[in-house]
Structure formats: structure tokens, C-alpha cells
T-cell receptor, first 112, second 115 residues
């Protein structure tokens, strides 16, 4: 079945460092891909999404490109801030958006 | 737009009692709502999917008599944890979508603690 694998955390970075969180997926068909962020004690917020191959999703300085050839959707940010400390979930859903499968989540700590 | 709320945000109850959690779509009609459970430092586990006016579809291993889901209107779904026990303590998150949407919109979650 469909699945999402993302790098284990926690990831600890200093402020202004470059961030990469790897995400690969296995899916039949052509899924949509998402990154969600969860701040402590809160629900999930959609960070960015891409719906087809070579699409780049971006938001708040974060970017991810839908790579069909490598079945990847890595999250990147050029300069992280303390406020980016959170758990990041990579996810995929079928075209209808009815079933979303989440990766295990990667916890990011950013030190001042 | 596309705001989903949950109530309560946290609840503490005694073992053996039942707890109801509400999920509301505030600015759209949610044709489908989803209920997830999240254990500490883990990912979300889909419990069930409900379409307005019909019975919920539960994922394998989720007890439908334990976790009662009602989706009575296009803006409200409820999850009732019946005869709660300490092992039911968890973070419960709902999400909702409308027919043409390609993503779900998540509520802020409800933290349930059963003593």
C-alpha cells in the first residue's frame, strides 16, 4: 500500500542554518504531496503542497519540489528561525483527497 | 478561510465515563470529516471517515462501539469515547473537506486524559 518515509529526528540546528528534511513516498497512481507543521500542543497546519510532478510548493520560506523520478518531496528552508521549532509531517493523499497517509514526523529544534 | 474548530481543547475525565468531542467546520460545508488519534511523539493514525448523513467507516482495529462518530450535519461531527479508560488518553484531531477540495483542513486537536 501507499506509504511515506521521512527522516528520523530530532533535528537540531542553530538559527539561520539551512534545513533539509527528507521525505520519500510509495504510491500507486499520482498522489498529491503535502508538508504539515505541528507546533507544541496544537493541531496540524498545512505548510505547503504540490499536486503534480515538478510542482514546487512554497510558504513562509519553506520549499519542496515534487520529484516523481526519485519519489521524493524534501522540505528545505534557507535560514531557519527559533520560531520554526515544531514537528513536520510529510503526507500524501489520493487525487480525491479522501485518504491522507502521514509520515512519522520529524521534530525540529532551532537554537538561538 | 477553511477553518475547523474542536471543542473542548482538553478534557480530563474519570475512568468509565463517556466523553464527547465536537468538530465544526466554521466557513465551509464539510461533506467528509476524519478523526485521527495521535500518541505522544508519534504520527497521526486515522480512526474513521464520515460522510454527512451516513455511517462512519472505521479503520481496521478501531472499535466502533467504543468510538462513536456522528456526522449529523454539514458543519458538525462528534466523536464520543464511551466508557473511557486510561489507555484512551490521547490527542484526538479531526479534519474536514468539501467535495471539490484536494486537501483536508485540520482542527486544533483535543487532549483527552482519563484518570
Amino acid at each position: 500500500g501507499d506509504s511515506v518515509t521521512q527522516m528520523e529526528g530530532p533535528v537540531t540546528l542553530s538559527e539561520e542554518a539551512f534545513l533539509t528534511i527528507n521525505c520519500t513516498y510509495t504510491a500507486t497512481g499520482y498522489p498529491s504531496l503535502f508538508w504539515y507543521v505541528q507546533y507544541p500542543g496544537e493541531g496540524l497546519q498545512l505548510l505547503l503542497k504540490a499536486t503534480k510532478a515538478d510542482d514546487k510548493g512554497s510558504n513562509k520560506g519553506f520549499e519542496a519540489t515534487y520529484r516523481k523520478e526519485t519519489t521524493s518531496f524534501h522540505l528545505e528552508k534557507g535560514s531557519v528561525q527559533v520560531s520554526d521549532s515544531a514537528v513536520y509531517f510529510c503526507a500524501l493523499s489520493d487525487r480525491g483527497g479522501f485518504k491522507t497517509i502521514f509520515g512519522a514526523g520529524t521534530r525540529l529544534f532551532v537554537k538561538a | 478561510g477553511a477553518v475547523v474548530s474542536q471543542h473542548p481543547s482538553w478534557v480530563i475525565c474519570k475512568s468509565g465515563t463517556s466523553v464527547k468531542i465536537e468538530c465544526r467546520s466554521l466557513d465551509f460545508q464539510a461533506t467528509t470529516m476524519f478523526w485521527y488519534r495521535q500518541f505522544p511523539k508519534q504520527s497521526l493514525m486515522l480512526m474513521a471517515t464520515s460522510n454527512e448523513g451516513s455511517k462512519a467507516t472505521y479503520e481496521q482495529g478501531v472499535e466502533k462501539d467504543k468510538f462513536l462518530i456522528n456526522h449529523a450535519s454539514l458543519t458538525l461531527s462528534t466523536l464520543t469515547v464511551t466508557s473511557a479508560h486510561p489507555e484512551d488518553s490521547s490527542f484526538y484531531i479531526c479534519s474536514a473537506r468539501w467535495t471539490e477540495a484536494d486537501t483536508q483542513y485540520f482542527g486544533p486537536g483535543t487532549r483527552l486524559t482519563v484518570l
